[in-house]
């Protein structure tokens, strides 16, 4: 029989669903998952889950290795290879505390040991690094009890451990690069050494603005930045290096990412609002899909550009893609989208 605590539940997400699909309606937009806005994915991503659910890992090698050697960049400007990639690491990830979290590592702890290639390690890896914050949890240094911060080291080391182990024949490939870029983080080796890793990285597909984005955020003054002039140089550098493929949009997608930044106001920063519409303006150009407009709209509200912001929903967005916005779940996503059209005016 239900408590009465569970049925008062039900009854305010069944309201809050239909004030959600009301809206939508309202507004005229449908929801669209990222997966659905990049079809050119959809072969190289029911593959991996086939061999996902039938625990055949070794295989993703070469299901890798054959994106890679197409290097397609996607209509909604995500490499191919790339979207493989992350979405494997995404099985590795989710919410749960440190056991949940270590359960999830076991599948790549097999495949690390079955095949020992710098592919699984680089996925082990990561997947103790996602394991480590779930034990560290999310507080602030001082309140990390001693326990949490023995089994947060303890899997940082193990990933270290296997890194090294694979480093001579991975350092050349994508995967194996950008995990250890992740692991620089948590070294005290200085800043040249966290650069260094990045830009090894970053050369082997200067292409890959996921990584640049990231790499933006971790050069904040609350991370790795000495002043906020270390993001905007870096912003305005990659930009310069994309320049043929994306125009001034990485510059764009770089600082648009501090929408999902908490306690983070662009008047805090250096940011040159009108290279940033820009950018968006030359993605939409070359990449016109929806998942560019909903971070163009997402980027625009951080701008504090709302009229913009509005009229991007108004003119450009047709569906929500919720993976653009804030949420652990699809329907808080959405209802913080909707929340954005609300907020610059329907």
Known sequence: MMGLDALRARIRDGRAARQRRAALKRHGLAVLPLRRDMPEAEDGLAALDRLWQAGELDRFDALYAAAEARDLMMGNALKLHVVLWTELL????????????D???EPFARWWERSGTPMAGAAYASALLSAAFAHRGGGYVDTVLEAQWAAFNARIETGRGVLDACAAAGAGGLPWAWTHYDYGLHRNDGFEDFQGRFMRAWSLDTA???IC????????????????GDLDGFARYAASVGQDRFGAGLYALIYGRGYAIGNHDVR???????????????LAARYPCQSIYNRWAAGLYFARRYGACAEVFRTR?????????????????VDDALDTIRAVGD
């Open 268 to 282: 805090d920063t250096l940011c040159d609002v009108d290279l940033l519409m820009r950018g968006y303006e030359d």
């Open 317 to 333: 967005i047709t569906a929500i893609v919720p993976e653009i916005w804030l949420g652990d779940r699809e329907e808080e996503q």
């Open 208 to 210: 890959n603005w996921q």
């Open 213 to 228: 984005v990231a790499h933006g955020v971790r050069l904040l003054p609350r991370w790795f930045g000495d002043g906020m």
């Open 103 to 105: 359960r999830l590592c």
């Open 90 to 101: 995404a099985r590795a990830e989710g919410a749960g505390d440190g056991p949940a979290l």
